[in-house]
Every structure is written in structure tokens, then in C-alpha cells.
């Protein structure tokens, strides 16, 4: 590998390190147990969007996220089906989610 096309290929690895450590943070958040004052809905709403907002492989998406009695609803657009279930899959790993409802549309670029 030539010295030129290397350096992008370096800034690539940076990127998906960084989204992956974000993500693995946001996961595994030692801050479990809702604060003194903050319902548990409202602390897994948060995890739950943080994880979403954070993850690499979501970039260009918009989500709202409601939290009721451990029903997620995750709205809004993302720009395939990968991302639409790649959604899904990490808003469903956050511990306490009891269920997921879809409510995001695939909105294809224009």
C-alpha cells in the first residue's frame, strides 16, 4: 500500500474505532439505576438514545425515542433497511428494554 492512499484508509480505522468505543460505552453505561429524582423511563430513554445518536453505522439518521413502562418506540428516518435494523437490534441490547416498537421510515436520498 502506497504512503497516499494509506492515509485515508488510516482515517477510516479512526472513524469506526471511535464509533465502536462510543457505542461499547454507551452500552455498558455504569450508570444503571436512575438518579435520585429521574423515573427509569426516563433513564433508559436516555440510554437508549445516546446509543443510537453515538453509533458509527447510524450516522445520517434521525430518531425520537419515547420510553413507557419499558416500551421503547424508536421514530424517525434513516436512510436504508441496514440502519432501520441495525436501530432495532442496538435500541433492543440496552438492558431494561422490555419491548421495541418501530415507528422510523426508510427515507431513501434524494
Known amino acids: 500500500m502506497t504512503p497516499r492512499n494509506l492515509v485515508p484508509v488510516l482515517i477510516v480505522a479512526a472513524s469506526l474505532s471511535v464509533g465502536l468505543g462510543l457505542t461499547a460505552a454507551a452500552i455498558e453505561n ?3 439505576v436512575a438518579s435520585a429524582g ?3 423511563d426516563t433513564a433508559l430513554n436516555d440510554k437508549v438514545e445516546t446509543l ?3 453509533d458509527i453505522g447510524l450516522a445520517g439518521s434521525r430518531f425520537r ?3 413507557n413502562a419499558g416500551v421503547v418506540t424508536v421514530g424517525g428516518t434513516v436512510p436504508d433497511e441496514n ?3 441495525r436501530a432495532l ?3 433492543s441490547s440496552v438492558r431494561g428494554v422490555r419491548e421495541i416498537r418501530n415507528g422510523m421510515v426508510v427515507e431513501f436520498p434524494k
Do not use: Y
Request: aromatic share 0%; no cysteine; glycine share 0%.
Open 83 to 85: 440502519s432501520l435494523r
Open 89 to 91: 437490534d442496538l435500541a
Open 38 to 40: 429521574e423515573s427509569p
Open 30 to 32: 455504569p450508570q444503571a
Open 52 to 54: 443510537l445518536r453515538t
Open 65 to 67: 425515542v419515547h420510553t
